[in-house]
């Protein structure tokens, strides 16, 4: 039999950059990319595309803040950075001096939603933790919502600003416009917001909603404004005067469908629609959306199970949540698991449907009005992973067919984001793990990265590159941005946040351990081949800076002995030895930024 003769030597160069190509939901073999993305350039002379490889961003510590609690939440406001560990609320200087602010929260695991919202004087914080709401001022002060009322008392010294009910309920609360003292005698209250009345020498002004708008009296003198609670069948709803007068010595037949009227003597009742007995905000998934001056929040029943109700407090008032202003979705039989807004839309996600809401401007009640035209067939999955910004929403989601994926709004037009590759690592996740699964975005280094962190590693996706990559940072729970635009994230479990620094090669002083795992290259051929040289053609590195490199040629199973390779004048290895077919993974941790551009091998095939 003739020998196998040698082709002629040729140089072949492919680039560090593609696709996951894992065969299955772990993604620890085949082509994949660790803690560095593709960045693609167009040369200026021939217009050809380039596409590097870059090492991520790294992290530089801005504060300390708890070490004992888990975190649950982050947001730059007013020049100070605000999160939420355990129970507890946080407000940190830019310099890293942090300091509790508020009363303890009722819970202290899972997620918290922040947001801020507009009110006469300016702006507040607003936090959702999944029981209260709490609204933050900028003077530390922490009110609880549901508000915490206590009933008017007569000669009591008030201060400006305090908040009192009635006696009697009247469906709303006061608060003192001035400083002084109440007088001997009850004021009669006003029922309609923004009208005030004068007790002794404090003005009172009603402020907002309870829920405590008070039993139906027999023969009692109702004025136009007024409102009551009525018990129908275990649900309570909430009648208001139309017609003035006095009510009869027996309850009347109430009619309990919104916008009808009831005749009770001389008075005639208009139904406003059924509310809980707790009063809103009270109870939420804590997804916040802003709209129009108006907070947004899903509420759950009163048995603490999912719902499909939306509420929202008053415009430009988070202190007052009116119990009747609520729309359900129902346009699919789901729940509602989180909420974001969308250009001038509400997205209200579901178990596996999504739907949108505009602000119709309605006169009472909720001033939302379904927009059926959008409605999509894709839930949720992970309701603490959604990231909308720009003009972009991307999501996990989940629809009745089965399996996961990444989707993404642009506009308001939905396009599946991730492969099959990525799709069968989220398949991996158990529906708990899942639901645990936090997610953010941020722009930085010129890129959108939307990051899914996953209970190992965070899978990161790169919306105008539309490339995904995979980090061992760590986990990280929330991001925000603060004056210069720099990106801040909250670490999961290390007590501290951190500025995305792109000048850096280090997380918290620790080097960046750069990864790339290619595919298998056979340059077209299962012939025997031969591999003279190998350049990893690069930008140098330092001045001592090395790089590692090894080589599989039986589909990833072992791995040759790593091999050392410096960066100046050139990552350079000689005599690699013959193969069929072969997989390359490359390292670096040098601390410093690097940045790679592909594998240039000399290359000899033997005919058969």
Sequence with gaps: MAAAQPNALKTLRVPLVGTFLNRNGQANTDQRFINCYPESVKAPINNQQKIYLVQRPGFTSIATIDTTRPARGLKYWNGYFYTVYGNRIYKTTTGGVSTQIGSNLTTSTGECAFEIATVPEGNVLVLADGDYVYVIEADNTVTQVPLVLNNWVTGTAYAAGARVKPTTATGYYYEALDAGTSGGTEPTWPIFIGETVTDNDITWEAKGYTNDAGAWQASYAYVVGQQISVNIGGIDYLFGISIAGTSGGTAPDWSIETGQSTVDNEITWTCLGPFKDDAPPKY?????????????????????????????????????????????????PDNLQALARQNNMLVAFGDTSTEFFYDAGNASG??????????????????????????????IGQSQSGGRAVWMLDGFVPKKVSDEYIDRIIDTLTHAQVMAVSGFGLRTNGHLF?????????????????????????????????????????????????????????????????????????????????????????????????????????????????????FNPRAYFANLGSFRRRAFNLKYAGGLPARFESLEFDVRAWKA
């Excluded at 009005?369 to 999501?395: D, H, M």
């Design 366 to 395: 909720t001033p939302l009005a379904r927009n059926t035209s959008y409605t999509l067939q894709v839930g949720i999955a992970a309701p603490n992973a959604v990231y909308q910004n720009e003009k972009f929403c991307l999501f």
């Design 450 to 566: 939307y990051i899914i962190n996953l209970p190992s590693f965070s899978l990161v996706y790169d919306v105008e590159e539309r490339m995904w990559w995979e980090s061992t940072g760590g986990n990280f729970i929330q991001m925000t941005d603060d004056d210069s635009g720099k990106a801040i994230i909250q670490g999961a479990t290390t007590g501290k946040i951190y500025y995305v620094d792109p000048t850096v090669g280090t997380d918290d002083g620790v080097p960046i351990q750069m990864e790339a795992y290619t595919m298998k290259y056979d340059f077209d051929t299962m012939n025997l081949k031969s591999m003279q040289s190998l350049n990893v053609v690069s930008d140098q590195v330092g001045t001592t800076t090395t790089m590692q490199l090894r080589w599989s040629d039986d589909d990833y199973r072992t791995w040759s002995d790593w091999r050392t390779l410096n």
């Design 284 to 332: 939420h998934k804590p997804s916040f959306a802003f709209m129009d001056g108006y907070l947004f929040l899903i509420l759950k029943k009163a048995d603490g199970s999912d719902s499909a109700d939306i509420y929202n407090s008053d415009v430009d008032n988070p202190y007052s949540w009116n119990p009747i202003n609520f729309i359900v979705a129902e346009q699919f």
